[in-house]
């Protein structure tokens, strides 16, 4: 854990965050307890911990300096271990957090991880293009740092969010090769983008888009998960 909390530790200030010891403490507990769980789950490529310190959990925390999160609804899209969303909460408890992903035993952990750690989060085992049915447009923020292109994350995520929320994307280098493949998606969804920031990581190029929600999303979206695929706004 102190090769975690020492990457963790100075990397903080890189973007301009300060937490107290104990969130500190909490980051590199759930970035050990991921990392145990990956020897009998595929949760991440990553094994070294200052390289979760860097690209998991400091990754995540750049949301922070997009948006602010405090006392809002959050739901995170395709969560996977974890992040961005526990990160988020450890940082910010103020925040609400549902996790969304679709591979229930990842979910199961998850859920198991956080009660003992002491986190508050809904965890919810479904298909994204699924879940939505029962909470369309509840969100105040939906994030998500998952792979797929922009124009067919951004219609799984959009439905979630109320009018005057925000969907957050976290992205890559080709950050503004996908932002120019999703023009008609951003329209059609009801989107405007707010925002577009790049972080340096480890030398490569991270970038969140920040798109405002600015009006209903059309009913008939998200569309099943097959035709996003073959078909993408």
Known sequence: MDFMRRALEQGLPSLELALDPPR????????????????????????????????????????????????????????????????????????????????????????????????????????????????????????????ARLPMLLELMAPYVKVGGAVVAMKGVAAAQELAEAKRAITELGLELEKMEEYLLEGTSHTLLVLRKCRKTPPQ?????????????
């Open 24 to 147: 500190v403490e909490q980051l590199c507990r759930f970035g050990e307890a991921v990392l145990r769980q990956n020897q009998v789950m595929n949760l991440t490529a990553i094994t070294d911990p200052a390289q979760v310190a860097r690209l998991h959990l400091l990754d995540s925390l750049t949301v922070l300096k997009a948006v602010d999160l405090a006392g809002k609804q959050v739901i995170d899209v395709g969560c996977g271990a974890g992040f961005p969303g526990v990160p988020l909460k450890i940082a910010c408890p103020e925040l609400n957090l549902t996790l969304l992903d679709s591979l229930g035993k990842r979910i199961a952990w998850l859920q198991t991880c956080l009660q003992e750690l002491g986190i508050e989060a809904h965890c919810v085992a479904a298909r994204a293009e699924e879940a939505v049915a029962s909470c369309r447009e509840e969100y105040d923020v939906a994030v998500s740092r998952a792979v």
């Open 221 to 233: 979206y998200p569309r099943r998960f097959a035709k996003i695929k073959q078909f993408p706004l």
